[in-house]
């Protein structure tokens, strides 16, 4: 694995090997000294274009606990504001000594597009409505923790699929894991076409509810669009929300996920996102652990390719 740029390129064989490696980094994570010298000397840059709380501090959260240094690049007080291009820009990260760069951007493909102008390894950390594929890691992970594995689970993504990202990634990853995905979302906020995806598709939230074992709710993403496709927010709260009355119709031990930011009161009721049960900041703990892994492997230890 060179970089890491989209849950598809990964084997079922590469993705248990990096949520192995992360269980290990969980267990460093809670130690008295939380840190070990694995990436001691190396530089890891994030390039963040869009807005970001989680992905960006957990990958900086990473480095430092692998004793990496860590460089933050901000757009809006850079020379992009002076009409300098993404190439100059990430060349120039580089050329600065970055050994490996963390890019999210809003194009699609842009990741990639970096990872073909530079020498060192690039994670995309989100690219438009496309990809997230350390999302879907740190999903995968909280989930294999949580049940011991993943094979035969059922598992709903619901909302706004159109717009996201981490609908597609965490579908491609829990699949290819052996979990059962169905997209649950009213025919507007679901993709042109779901061909491709390897998925079931429903309308209704009620019908699924009974039967899965995680519910992954989706943030609509009003800069995207997603709330203009459907009536209004109550309605979307009648049909898609996940208010306390359908939490308790879930079935003993299914959980709750979101990948944050949350808005509540739409896609989450307030009681569901604060309940104990509620997976939410168990995913953003998993985070750390998982890109330590995901550091670890391009940076530092894989042999297997
Ligand atoms: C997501 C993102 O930016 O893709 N957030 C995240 O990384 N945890 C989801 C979202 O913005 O809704």
Not at 95 to 120: C, F, K, N, P, Y
Not at 134 to 160: C, K, M, N, P, S
Not at 271 to 288: H, I, K, R, T, Y
């Amino acid at each position: 694995m060179r970089h890491l740029l989209d849950i598809a390129d990964l084997s079922r064989a590469q993705l248990e090997g990096i949520l192995d490696d992360a269980d290990g980094f969980v267990e460093v994570l809670g130690r008295p000294i939380p840190k070990v010298p694995a990436l001691r000397g190396k530089t890891v840059t994030t390039a963040f274009f869009e807005p970001s709380t989680r992905t960006r501090l957990s990958f900086e959260r990473a480095a430092k606990a692998l004793s990496a240094d860590t460089m933050t690049f901000a757009p809006g007080t850079s020379s992009l504001s002076k009409g300098e291009s993404l190439k100059d820009t990430v060349l120039t990260l580089q050329a600065m000594g970055t050994d490996l760069m963390i890019i999210r951007h809003q194009a699609v493909g842009a990741a990639r597009r970096v990872s073909e102008w530079l020498s060192v390894p690039v994670v995309n950390g989100g690219d438009g409505a496309h990809q997230h594929p350390t999302q879907a890691l740190l999903d995968t992970l909280t989930v294999r923790r949580r049940f011991g594995h993943i094979e035969g689970l059922r598992v709903a993504i619901v909302g706004d699929i159109r717009h996201s990202r981490v609908a597609r990634s965490d579908s491609q990853a829990f699949s290819t894991l052996g979990a059962h995905v169905t997209l649950v979302a009213p025919r507007t906020l679901l993709p042109v076409t779901t061909r491709d995806w390897p998925v079931e598709v429903s309308a209704s939230l009620d019908k699924v509810l009974p039967d899965v074992d995680v519910v992954y709710l989706l943030r609509v993403q009003t800069e995207r669009g997603g709330a203009s496709v459907f009536p209004s927010l109550p309605e979307y709260v009648s049909r898609f929300g996940m208010t306390r009355e359908r939490r308790a119709r879930l079935k003993a031990g299914a959980v709750v996920m979101h990948p944050g930011p949350m808005n509540r009161g739409v896609e989450i009721a307030d009681e569901v996102a604060d309940d104990p049960d509620a997976l939410v900041l168990e995913q953003v703990s998993m985070g750390v652990a998982v890109r330590m892994a995901v550091l670890f492997r391009l940076l530092g230890g894989e042999i297997d390719g």
